[in-house]
């Protein structure tokens, strides 16, 4: 008797701070996901919901959908795995194609460098950038040392935790690839991120140059040739052939 | 505190009750568990064979390899989520959480790691749906052993095993990390390969 009593009050005597919370309005969306800010059993989280898109054929939407949130679980962990700094998976629903990760606390590189050219002189400005662009060459050099391509490298898509340029974090590795990665594929890995840069910020060549170099030191046997590769990529754009 | 003291009488002293949601976010499905810490145990070898024949059904678990309470209760939501969309790997709740919190997707491997062995003195024994605590209260009068307070669960974790069994030996993390890359590692499981 006594315990029914307690069922129907039970709703009180939840341990505190292991609680879901979910934002009903996106923090950002994409063209490929929602984000939604959250609480994951008491830790602040983020959800990534990759929408169906209407304009798609249903059957490859589906199977675009998921093949990217399984590239993307597999990326940050790889990643992780190899010492490159990525959210923490808290939970992953493979059906409606959702995952739930850590909120990083912080801003994007992007906002920090804008932010940085305004309150440096331009030599510390050009400085911290260039140390900045090593640390982050280094990173993608390691990735590419362990197969992993990121797939869109932009300075969106690098956070830095608590606003420090020294505590990178990638996110974003929906577009990755894994295993059997061709000098070409990172060769064009960098071009995108060198594209990125110069379309979202202005003087920014010695960005790009600090990256490769960063990425030179870091990347292991195969980071010559992906350099080579990057100058012929250079030369014809992202694509591989134009004949018609 | 004097609510909790309260409590004690009708649910067996220290345990936890903490809800779970099958699918993250969507209110209309709930879940609970509810988890003690038994240190000074005495019956392990009686325990184990209870549970594998059936007779208890609850999962005992080795605390040391536990990295705090959030790891358990992730690995309970991936438990709850599998049952929910019927993908359990194993025959029951409880064996299912033992297989949650291991990183191998081997499931007989997972159970002997993270499953009470012959010679544990301290165990984390979980239920789920168990509300009212009188699962857990039948459970404790099986136990050997005395209810030790969950805060207790830190001084019982081997963090040098933790690390070996999710193979996290090379870089230096602090807790917060450390737990972080541990649930990860448990979402990744079902996605790996």
Known sequence: MDVDMNDETAEEKYEEGFGFEMDRKPMSQGAEARIFKSMYLGKPSIIKQRFAKKYRHSTLDERLNKHRVRAEVKGIMKAKQVGVETPALYFVDGERNEIVMERVEGCSAKEWIEKIRKENDEKEFKDNLSSFGILLGTKVGKLHAASVVHGDLTTSNVLLRDGNPQQIVLIDFGLCSQMKITAEEKGVDLYVLERAIASTHHDSEQLFKSVLEGYEKSGGKGAKGALEKLEEVRMRGRKRDMIG | ?193
Request: glycine share 4%; aromatic share 6%.
């Open chain 2, 1 to 193: 505190m004097i609510y909790r003291r309260k409590n004690s009488r009708m649910s067996p002293g220290l345990s936890r009750l903490y809800q779970l949601q099958p699918d993250p976010y969507d209110n209309t499905q709930k879940a609970t568990i509810r988890i003690c810490l038994f240190t000074e145990v005495t019956n392990a070898v009686e325990l184990r064979e209870k549970v594998r024949n059936g007779e208890i059904d609850a999962a005992l678990i080795r605390p040391e390899l536990v990295y705090g309470v959030y790891v358990l209760l992730a690995a309970a939501n991936r438990t709850v989520h599998q049952m929910a969309h019927n993908r359990m790997a194993t025959r029951s709740l409880s064996a299912e959480l033992i297989y949650s919190l291991s990183p191998s997707r081997n499931i007989s491997d997972s159970l002997v790691t993270f499953g009470i062995a012959e010679k544990s003195t301290a165990l984390l024994a979980a239920v789920f749906d168990d509300k009212s605590g009188s699962a857990m209260k039948k459970l404790c009068k099986q136990i050997a052993g005395k209810p030790t307070d969950m805060g207790e669960l830190n001084e019982l974790i081997n963090a040098k095993q933790i690390r070996k069994i999710y193979q996290l030996t090379d870089a230096v993390y602090n807790d917060d990390s450390l737990s972080d890359h541990i649930t990860s590692r448990l979402v990744y499981k079902d996605f790996a390969s």
